[in-house]
């Protein structure tokens, strides 16, 4: 599945971003690690109806996190409010994909 290649991508980079652009804000560095391993694991491993859900869900909280870290870098405010939003679209649109594979093998 392509979104489980991309979501795992995503977090790759989201625990690159973590040290690169967030400046010294300490609480942004740490959600954005912990973000980042979940979805990496979550995304690679994206075979199960749940971890859609996780994926989507954590990519809406990266999106209100943005809002939340105002001492942060401008750079890592966009990065986390565009990851968030691609994040969450992939998560719920393999939850979409996986309920139309099921009607079609049944």
Do not use: C, Y
Not at 4 to 14: A, D, E, F, K
Not at 39 to 46: H, K, Q, R, S, V
Not at 60 to 73: C, D, E, K, R
């Amino acid at each position: 599945m392509w979104q489980g290649w991309l979501s795992g991508i995503l977090g790759v980079w989201s625990i690159i971003a973590a040290f690169v652009l967030t400046g010294s804000k300490t609480g942004n560095v740490i959600n954005d690690l912990i973000l980042g391993i979940v979805w990496l694991i979550a995304g690679f491993t994206l075979t199960k109806k749940w971890n859609g859900w996780v994926v989507g869900i954590l990519g809406v909280w990266f999106i209100i996190s943005a809002f939340l870290f105002p001492g942060a870098a401008a750079t890592n405010f966009w990065n986390d409010l565009i990851v968030g939003i691609v994040v969450a679209v992939v998560g719920f649109l393999s939850l979409s994909e996986r309920k139309e594979m099921q009607h079609k093998t049944a």
